[in-house]
């Protein structure tokens, strides 16, 4: 298992920009492929996006390409959620997840997740 700690979130303006970042403890966590996840007020949780243990390969929601980047920096545990042209609609809780393997677009593909960091989108 590896331990992720989700940061950066904060209240932005809508138009405006947010990197998210997710810190992972353990020593295999290049093995990892990393996805994030969101939760809206009275949501279920949602795919993000998502990036293979390599980086070579990402995933979008559709409701982020063209918005969002995930990247991951494997010589610092880190994984990143940079958030451009952020809508209201945008405001969740976002979370990391982890999963050895080819990541898939459900809670249930991911074992390990952080505790969340809040991003909130005024209009």
């Known amino acids: 298992q590896v331990q992720l700690v989700e940061s950066g979130g904060g209240l932005v303006q809508a138009g405006g920009s947010v990197r998210l970042s997710c810190a992972a403890s353990?020593?295999?966590?290049?093995?990892?492929?990393i996805a994030w996840f969101r939760q809206a007020p009275g949501k279920e949780r949602e795919f993000v996006a998502a990036?293979?243990?390599?980086?070579?390969?990402?995933y979008y929601a559709d409701f982020v390409k063209g918005r969002f980047t995930i990247s991951r920096a494997n010589a610092k545990n880190t994984v990143y959620l940079q958030m451009n042209s952020l809508k209201p609609e945008d405001t969740a809780v976002y979370y990391c997840?982890?999963?050895?393997?080819?990541?898939?677009?459900?809670?249930?593909?991911?074992?390990?997740w952080g505790q969340g960091t809040q991003v909130t989108v005024s209009s």
């Open positions: 997840a982890a999963t050895l393997g080819v990541p898939g677009t459900r809670e249930a593909d991911f074992g390990s």
């Open positions: 353990g020593r295999t966590f290049s093995r990892y492929a």
């Open positions: 990036v293979s243990w390599s980086g070579a390969s990402t």
